[in-house]
């Protein structure tokens, strides 16, 4: 595992790379929440599990986190930093093979706004926050059914922003598929679980 700061208009951000011991399959690039950086228990089963599959997998801290600060900024300049990243990646090389954009929650809404832009692969959307807690009528559901390629959604069965079921009801119509998986928003509970999902899917598209 290596970090890098990358430039970016806002700022430095951080990427850790994560290199598989043979060929790479394709390339993994995860986001983080709104809450923390790259080092939740989520991102890093699954980062582990899918370079042990083959793929180089890279974390990205946005800039703000790199900055210390702890409020994030708005989805537009969210989809700003991370889209400077990837081309910044792209430009060195390290965007190879199939490309799959995920990230959970906050970071999970970014991937799905900008995987046509980036000519993404697939789509791994970890504790996607389909509504705010308590307030279903504000739905984030088109941020999901504008994914036009393979996508996964993994769900915490008592997520407060949204449980499985819901987001399966999101997705009425969309080709997109949704992993129920033990715990809640945080996906503390059962970090395997979300990594066995996510693997599973990717050896499959």
Known sequence: MTAAEVPTPLGPARVHRAEPAGDVRGTLVLGHGAG?????ADLLAVSA?????????LRVDQPWVVAGRRIAPAPARLDEGWTAVLDALR?????????VLGGRSAGA?????TAAAQGA??????AFPLHP???????RAPELQQVAVPLLVVQGATDAFGRPD?????????????????GDHGLKKDPAAVAGA????????
């Open 121 to 126: 692969a697939g789509v791994l959307a970890l």
């Open 36 to 40: 923390a950086g790259s080092d939740s």
């Open 166 to 182: 819901e987001v399966v009801a999101a997705l009425a119509g969309h080709p997109g598929v949704v992993a129920g998986v033990p």
């Open 91 to 99: 430009t060195d090389g390290l965007l190879t093979g199939p490309l």
């Open 133 to 139: 807690p308590g307030k279903p009528e504000k739905s």
């Open 109 to 113: 809404r970014v991937a799905c706004r």
């Open 49 to 57: 599990a899918a370079c042990a599959a083959g793929w180089r997998v």
């Open 198 to 205: 996510a693997v599973d899917w990717l050896r499959r598209h």
